[in-house]
């Protein structure tokens, strides 16, 4: 069973950075897309922002021109800067990476981002 772990997350004041990082347990093979997701209380989850294999990355506009997703020497690893954080982009954030020509969608468990004010 393929695990996505996150880390990275923590307490920041509002203006900071924080990076995320994400990578797989083990290889999954042909993997072509990886993604974060956040969730706050009280709302459904959202993509953030994800990346294809040939690095075409896509963007919520509440977050262009602040994070920033790439992907990692180690294959299956994902990373998310977030510079100039808001009160706003406190969430869970989780790791996406779905597999569907193997009936999958992996998801990682989470990682808590809270930006004071």
């Known amino acids: 069973q393929v695990q996505l772990v996150e880390s990275g997350g923590g307490l920041v004041q509002a203006g900071g950075s924080l990076r995320l990082s994400c990578e797989a347990s083990?290889?999954?093979?042909?993997?072509?897309?990886m993604g974060w997701y956040r969730q706050a209380p009280g709302k459904q989850r959202e993509l953030v922002a994800d990346?294809?294999?040939?690095?075409?990355?896509n963007y919520a506009d509440s977050v262009k021109g602040r994070f920033t997703i790439s992907k990692g020497n180690a294959k299956n690893t994902v990373y998310l800067q977030m510079n100039s954080l808001k009160p706003e982009d406190t969430a869970v954030y989780y790791c996406?990476?779905?597999?569907?020509?193997?009936?999958?969608?992996?998801w990682g468990k989470g990682t808590l981002v809270t930006v004071s004010s």
């Open positions: 990346i294809t294999g040939d690095g075409s990355t």
């Open positions: 996406n990476a779905p597999a569907p020509w193997a009936g999958m969608n992996y």
């Open positions: 083990r290889t999954i093979f042909n993997l072509n897309h």
